[in-house]
């Protein structure tokens, strides 16, 4: 089931939450909306779910209007992040729960039910709890209850609200996998919200990154991490350095580095933004001819298992660097605090400021 979003306006009183916002979601998709908090990305779900009302625009599924269907008739699943279980119905019963308030003449049968709640909890790998109330769970338990209890209706779409965000960075971890599995499973047309950049990259199939009411971006994890459309993009997915800077007839300076910028090469004089990501910060002990780079001294190292990361502070100017190596560079190159470093960044990419 295909979604399409149309110019979706919302506004809540004087607050724009979304401004003319377009969209696709791919038939058995799994669509991640990134953003920071208040960029409108639970609203446009909650519109997707019929659960608000747009302002302007329309949401077709698989090429039908919904804008004006009510909740039931859309076949949406919903999972929602504090899960909103019954905690006085047992396991099976909260999963059971959609089916038996169905309308009798579409209500399945009781040996029905039975076979879809232990087939349902047994690809949530939850069976064995099925007598057990929600209390007496863990978070990712609950959780992994609750996605059972949306499937269980057979949504044709399913739509997930922070799933995630009140576990937990273990649990987190462990049920996107989860997740990321048991979609490739079912291939259920899926949307997912979520403010964790990580999350986002390792689950969805496709990424769209949402900042004050709009749409910045879309497109696959590579895509929008290798090639960011905005400043906003390259710094909400993973640290980044930044440099002001001016570029000139397609060159661009960082401190004594002049670096080729092709896209420019009509530019005259503009100030700019060039952003360089830890990763793509390389570092020598000793000034390489072969490669342009600036000197710096190492202020501060912290190890992260196999990588470490340094600050370093540029001896042309007060800014703070971050480079990132493994840590097999790193005891290569024999670092402390206080080295003197040269810098030479790759990967560079300019935006006009």
């Known amino acids: 089931m295909s979604i399409e979003i149309r110019n979706i306006q919302k506004n809540f009183n004087s607050f724009s939450a979304l401004n003319n916002v377009s969209l696709d979601v791919p038939s058995g998709e799994l669509v991640a909306l990134l953003g920071p908090s208040g960029c409108g990305k639970t609203t446009l779900l909650r519109i997707i779910a019929g659960l608000e009302t747009a302002d302007n625009g329309s949401i077709h599924f698989h090429g039908n209007d919904t804008i004006h269907s009510n909740v039931r008739d859309r076949q949406v699943g919903f999972v929602f992040q504090h899960y909103a279980l019954f905690r006085h119905m047992t396991v099976f019963e909260n999963v ?3 089916l038996r308030v169905r309308p009798r003449k579409t209500r399945p ?3 029905e039910i039975q076979r879809r709640v232990h087939e349902l909890l047994e690809l949530v790998q939850l069976d064995w709890l099925a007598d057990r109330y929600p209390p007496q769970l863990s978070g990712g338990q609950r959780q992994r209850i609750a996605l059972a209890r949306a499937l269980a209706v057979e949504p044709k779409v399913l739509l997930l609200d922070e799933p995630f965000g009140a576990l937990d960075a273990k649990v987190r971890k462990d ?3 989860w997740l990321r599995r048991l979609h490739d499973e079912l291939h259920i047309t899926s949307v997912f919200v979520t403010h964790d950049q990580e999350e986002a990259l390792e689950v969805a199939d496709r990424i769209v990154v949402m900042n004050h009411g709009k749409v910045e971006q879309m497109g696959s994890p590579q895509e929008v991490y290798d090639k960011p459309a905005s400043p906003f993009v390259y710094q909400f997915l993973g640290n980044v350095n930044l440099f002001h800077s001016r570029v000139n007839e ?3 300076h960082i401190g004594d580095i002049e670096v080729e910028i092709e896209s420019f090469k009509e530019t005259q004089n503009s100030p700019a933004l060039a952003y360089v ?4 910060i390389d570092i020598q002990k000793e000034l390489n001819g072969q490669k342009p780079a600036f000197s710096a001294i190492v202020s ?8 470490v990361r340094l600050e370093l502070q540029r001896d042309d100017q007060f800014e703070i660097v971050e480079a990132e190596m493994t840590r097999e560079k790193f005891l290569q190159l024999e670092l402390s605090v206080g080295s003197k470093v040269y810098v030479h960044p790759r990967n560079v990419r300019v935006f006009l400021n």
Do not use: Q, V, W
């Open 96 to 98: 059971a729960f959609g």
């Open 109 to 111: 049968s009781e040996n």
């Open 175 to 177: 049920l996107r996998r």
């Open 250 to 252: 397609g060159k661009t």
């Open 277 to 280: 990501r830890p990763h793509d």
């Open 300 to 307: 501060y190292i912290h190890s992260l298992g196999p990588l």
